[in-house]
């Protein structure tokens, strides 16, 4: 009869050999998240790994989006082909060592066209071993604006992000006075947003978007801050656009006393907000 530690001694005999036949083995697959588009720069893609000193016939493979584009059968030189055909420097080296030398690509000038997902492959006679990872290429914003659209009772931010990839994430905020302590501080709430878009442009891929952002006419202290805030996801890049509000009183009425007061209103405002600086 078994007895259980002899079962677990076996179990760990067999776990450990199995270990011990993988023969390859990528620590990692270094790919920037993100890179700016057409920015003239150059990536680096790295593929580390480790295999045994007897194993033979090895062979490193990258591949965009399932496509091949770069392979190094040692003792060869490596070459790049398909979408990346010209754009691999084929004399980078990522180390020194014979095994491992020609493992990463060096992409020059990467563009929207060769964003995906990388995946690098290693095998030998005996094994093989993928890992993969996304590199995003993102075109900033051609332009970053907000408008004011006001009635009697509601005043409208409009914030449009135009010619963007890939589509990016829009936010209103408006700051809010804080006086505690005879301290001056700002915090930004959200705009409730009433409206938004998003277009993509057929012919370039590019995304236009807008929304738009609410707020009480009560509510809205002349001189307030209005923040626009664009992200683009997985990039970390962020933009920031913002609008000095005052009330268009002129929209509001026609009586020329009104006319006269909102005037005298807008500079005794705007005066508080350069004192408010000071
Ligand atoms: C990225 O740059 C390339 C090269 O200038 C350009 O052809 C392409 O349209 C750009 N991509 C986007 C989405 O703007
Ligand atoms: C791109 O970079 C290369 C080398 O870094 C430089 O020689 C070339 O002038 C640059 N091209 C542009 C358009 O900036
Ligand atoms: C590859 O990764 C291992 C483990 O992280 C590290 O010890 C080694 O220095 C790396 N090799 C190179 C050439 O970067
Ligand atoms: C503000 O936006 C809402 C929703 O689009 C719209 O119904 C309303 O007429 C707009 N008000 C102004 C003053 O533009």
Redesign the pocket.
């Known amino acids: 009869m078994f007895q259980f530690s002899e079962l677990v001694f076996v179990y760990l005999i067999c776990s450990q050999s199995h270990i011990f036949l993988n023969g390859i083995q990528i620590n990692y697959v270094q790919v920037p998240a993100a890179v700016r588009n057409n920015s003239n720069r150059s990536a680096i893609l790295d593929c580390n790994y480790s295999i045994r000193p007897d194993d033979t016939e090895l062979i490193v493979k990258w591949f965009l989006n399932e496509e091949l584009i770069y392979q190094w059968i040692p003792p060869q030189s490596p070459q790049s082909l398909g979408t990346l055909k010209d754009n691999i420097d084929l004399d980078y080296k990522a180390s020194d060592d014979p095994k491992t030398v020609y493992r990463a690509i060096k992409i020059n000038n990467p563009t929207t066209q060769i964003a995906g997902e990388y995946k690098c492959q290693v095998s030998t006679l005996a094994d093989e071993d993928f890992s993969m990872k996304n590199m995003i290429v993102f075109e900033p914003e051609a332009k970053l604006i907000i408008r004011k659209?006001?009635?009697d009772k509601?005043?409208?931010f409009t914030c449009l992000a135009s010619d963007v990839y890939p589509s990016p994430k829009l936010f209103l905020y408006k700051d809010i006075k804080n006086n505690l302590y005879n301290k001056t501080s700002f915090f930004r709430i959200r705009l409730s947003i009433?409206?938004w878009d998003v277009k993509k442009n057929p012919n370039t891929g590019k995304y236009t978007v807008f929304i738009?952002g609410?707020d009480h006419l009560a509510e809205l202290e002349p001189g307030t801050l209005i923040h626009c805030e664009l992200k683009i996801p997985g990039t970390g890049y962020v933009k920031l656009k913002t609008l000095l509000y005052y009330p268009d009183f002129y929209t509001l009425g026609n009586g020329c006393l009104k006319h006269w007061l909102n005037r005298n209103l807008i500079f005794y405002a705007f005066t508080l907000y350069l004192l408010g600086n000071y």
């Open positions: 659209r006001m009635d509601y005043v409208n009433v409206e738009v609410v």
